[in-house]
């Protein structure tokens, strides 16, 4: 068994890989810098469930502290790095580009360094589906890097390339579709709805509802992830992109009455325009995870009815 490092390790794929990968026999070690992008305290709840759960420690180390990230990559010196850490958000991203130019990809870049100081060879990373936007549907891996809408979007497009021109023997770059599930960031979509709803606000739909997305359920991810890491953890000297998705295109009107009917609530619904940091459709192509033996489970409904029945619990909703 390995020893995996986590980056953002108090974030949500973060959260459901840990326990995965523990419950394979890996040993988990990682850090977060509990930033205010979204609640601190759900991030310091989930890491007080892991260290509970299973000891885990989910350390205070911010990637911009490149001296104490050296250090502690010395110490740990893991067997594989799994970077999930990052600002997300497509819109948010257009209001406060230095975060993340400075979190993404400064951050990147002294893991990076800190991994060639620490001889740590082999990185998989998390890339994001809108590095591919406006390209044909489904979106593959081979095709050009798309038209960037937004400085998260770039941003995610320069991790790959720092990865594949570093130094690191071996990279491997996941580009997720619209993860979902329980423990979710606040600020996407399922989350947002949900909130709302409960709450009989209203909740806006962009380009008036005309929105596909290819939703994966985080179990999904995990999966994915853990047959990427294993590849890494069987291979020398490999530079690759794979995608991560359910492979499906929901439209986000029936998202939303998936929703309602968890609920068991109407949503009060505001057709706005589209919004300049979005794209209107997305839908991957995983034939080549697939290869690797790839097959997700949980469809859009079985996947809501999971967030809903853990948002009630963690919020007290009757």
Known sequence: MAKICITGGAGFIAFHLTHKLIELGHEVVGFDNYNDYYDPGLKHTRANILHD??????????????????????????????????????RHSLDYPDDYISNNIVGTHNLIEACNDARITKITYASTSCVMADNPLPWNEDEKIGVAKNPYGYSKATNEAQMISSKIDSTIGLRFFTVYGPWGRPDM??????????????????????MVRDFTYVEDIVQGIVIIINRLLDNQDINEIYNIGFGDQIQLVDFVEHIEKNLDRTAIRELVEM?????????????????????PTTNIAEGVAKFIEWYKEYYNVN
Not at 189 to 210: E, M
Not at 279 to 288: I, L, N, P, V
């Open 53 to 90: 759960r299973f000891g885990v420690i989910m350390e205070n180390v911010d990637l911009l502290d490149r001296k104490k990230l050296t250090q502690w990559m010395k110490t740990n010196s893991p067997d594989v790095v799994m970077h999930l850490a990052a600002y997300a958000g497509v």
């Open 275 to 295: 919004h300049p940091a979005d794209t209107q459709a997305t839908w991957s192509d995983t034939t080549k995870l697939q290869a690797l033996g790839y097959k």
């Open 189 to 210: 979509a399922l989350f947002d709805f949900t909130k709302n709803i409960v709450a009989g606000n209203p909740i806006q739909l962009f380009n008036y509802g005309d």
